[in-house]
């Protein structure tokens, strides 16, 4: 069993900065290549970014590139998501996602990845 928990979801004020972990317990996360989606209200959910399990690939949705890093540290089993320069349309709940099948490769889609945490909000006011 594989459990996803995501934390450091907040308010901030537009330009602020947020950072989000996601800790995974059970099976072996250095296998688990990691990624980070949102649901903004009234939206459907969307790719943030992601990590391949080795951290040594990321990719990024052009929305938030240059502004949010992707990061992970195997020994912790934790993904971590630094959000900076946060602008209101960054509003949304934020899900973390893993899967053992990906390897190196980075998806952005939902259906590949089996595990998901329960989200956390994250407000941006302008």
């Known amino acids: 069993q594989v459990q996803l928990i995501e934390s450091g979801g907040g308010s901030v004020m537009a330009g602020g900065s947020l950072s989000l972990s996601c800790v995974v317990s059970?099976?072996?996360?250095?296998?688990?290549?990691m990624a980070w989606f949102r649901r903004a209200p009234g939206k459907e959910r969307e790719f943030v970014s992601g990590?391949?399990?080795?951290?040594?690939?990321?990719f990024y949705a052009d929305s938030v590139k240059g502004r949010f890093t992707i990061s992970r540290d195997n020994t912790k089993k934790t993904a971590y998501l630094q959000m900076d320069s946060l602008k209101p349309e960054d509003t949304a709940v934020y899900y973390c996602?893993?899967?053992?099948?990906?390897?190196?490769?980075?998806?952005?889609?939902?259906?590949?990845?089996?595990?998901w945490g329960q989200g956390t909000h994250v407000t941006v006011s302008s």
């Open positions: 996602a893993g899967d053992f099948r990906l390897n190196q490769r980075i998806s952005r889609a939902q259906g590949d990845y089996d595990y």
């Open positions: 059970g099976r072996t996360f250095s296998n688990l290549a």
């Open positions: 990590i391949s399990w080795s951290g040594g690939a990321e």
